[in-house]
């Protein structure tokens, strides 16, 4: 885990550090705070070699991209719905990790303590030639995905 600042939920953590956490803990899950279209055209984490899938929560609603009010509640919902418990270790998981920071906060101020930030998210930050994927993220350091 990194040592910036993290007030407000449990840290940063690379992708890698993420897929090693799902995959030694059975009940830690990647949230996937993306937006539909992006789940659609860009790929999502593939997770099948630790027999997961992501749980898909948009933060902001594609085209206009205003924060989803109902976030918590729905994201709950699917959480119940697998069977975990508040204290499950969440890594949530967005372009290059800044909707998802927002979504760990949330969480975190909902009463779960275990919400991780994944630096860099699915696609990293842009490269000196305006492409993502280049620098860091999920797609960078290798971690398997998918592309529907």
């Known amino acids: 885990m ?9 840290g940063d953590v690379s992708p890698s550090e993420s897929f090693d956490a799902i995959t030694q803990n059975e009940q830690a899950q990647i949230v996937d705070v ?8 860009v790929g999502l984490p593939d997770l099948k070699s630790v027999n997961k899938t992501p749980l ?4 902001q609603v594609f085209p206009k991209m ?14 119940t719905a697998r069977g975990l418990a508040q204290s499950t270790p969440l890594y949530f998981l967005c372009r290059s990790g800044v909707r998802s920071k927002a979504a760990a906060i949330a ?6 303590p275990h919400c ?3 630096t860099g998210g699915f696609e990293g930050p842009l490269d000196p030639e305006g492409r993502r994927g280049h620098v860091a993220g999920w797609k ?8 529907s």
């Open 2 to 10: 990194s040592s910036s600042d993290h007030a407000g939920y449990a």
């Open 34 to 41: 993306r937006t539909t279209a992006e789940w659609a055209y």
């Open 56 to 59: 898909r929560a948009e933060w």
């Open 66 to 79: 205003d924060v989803d009010a109902e976030f918590v509640g729905k994201l709950r919902d699917a959480l």
């Open 107 to 112: 969480m975190t101020a909902a009463g779960y």
């Open 116 to 118: 991780f930030n994944v």
């Open 140 to 147: 960078f350091e290798g971690l398997p995905w998918a592309q």
